[in-house]
């Protein structure tokens, strides 16, 4: 079964950092394709950014040059650093795993960038 649990979202005032994180538990996480994604309210949940198993990394275009995301397979945990945060950044952010064409989620952890 497999379970992923997200850290790391708060408040911040535009410009600022933060770092999510995400456990995950379950076998194979060295073969997945881990993700970060994200709701704001009223819209459509987003792709963030990805990452294969191998370490090739896919953004959006709105992130790109500000968010890093990085895996450690040793530890079965995603990471995402987010640099100049913006007040459209605001939004839940979801851990997911692409596992043998199945789709898990996190919980979600609450991003709010604002004045």
């Known amino acids: 079964q497999v379970q992923l649990v997200e850290s790391g979202g708060g408040s911040v005032q535009p410009g600022g950092s933060l770092r999510l994180s995400c456990a995950a538990s379950?076998?194979?996480?060295?073969?997945?394709?881990m993700g970060w994604y994200r709701q704001a309210p009223g819209k459509q949940r987003e792709l963030v950014a990805s990452i294969t198993y191998s370490g090739s990394t896919n953004y959006a275009d709105s992130v790109k040059g500000r968010f890093t995301i990085s895996r450690d397979n040793a530890k079965n945990t995603v990471d995402m650093q987010m640099n100049s945060l913006k007040p459209e950044d605001t939004a839940v952010y979801y851990c997911?795993?692409?596992?043998?064409?199945?789709?898990?989620w996190g919980q979600g952890t609450q991003v709010t960038v604002s004045s």
């Open positions: 997911h795993q692409k596992r043998f064409g199945s789709d898990y």
């Open positions: 379950g076998s194979f996480f060295s073969i997945s394709v």
